[in-house]
Nanobody, 124 residues
């Protein structure tokens, strides 16, 4: 399984970006986004279940970011609005095999596949 993330870039504070992640294979993956800033640990950003009915966002991005998916395109998206310099990081998408619902969606170890990351830089 390969995950291809795209959509990162350089924006000013208050700007928006839309990240996309496409999977090379079709499966009932739960998907998520994590990010890692320089010198910091990887942190959870957002997650979405296969059917899209359950969506979770980290407190720090709630109300500004929105995760969605298009299963016809094997893709998951992250709409990011009102960006601040604190959002600067490499953003990674991740996928989890359909192994039941008993897992921590905010834990990186819950996911089986990872994309290569896309850089998001927000200037002040």
């Amino acid at each position: 399984v390969q995950l291809q993330a795209s959509g990162g870039g350089l924006v000013h504070t208050g700007g928006s970006l839309r990240l996309s992640c496409e999977s090379s294979t079709f499966s009932r993956y739960a998907m998520s986004w994590f990010r890692q800033a320089p010198g910091r640990e990887r942190e959870f950003v957002a997650a979405i279940t296969w059917g899209g009915h359950n969506r979770y966002h980290a407190h720090s991005v709630r109300g500004r970011f929105a995760i969605s998916r298009d299963n016809a395109k094997n893709s998951v998206n992250l709409q990011m609005n009102s960006l601040t310099p604190d959002d600067t990081a490499i953003y990674y998408c991740a996928a989890r095999e359909p192994n039941g619902d008993n897992y921590d969606y905010a834990e990186a170890g819950s996911y089986d596949y990872w994309g290569q990351g896309t850089q998001v830089t927000v200037s002040s």
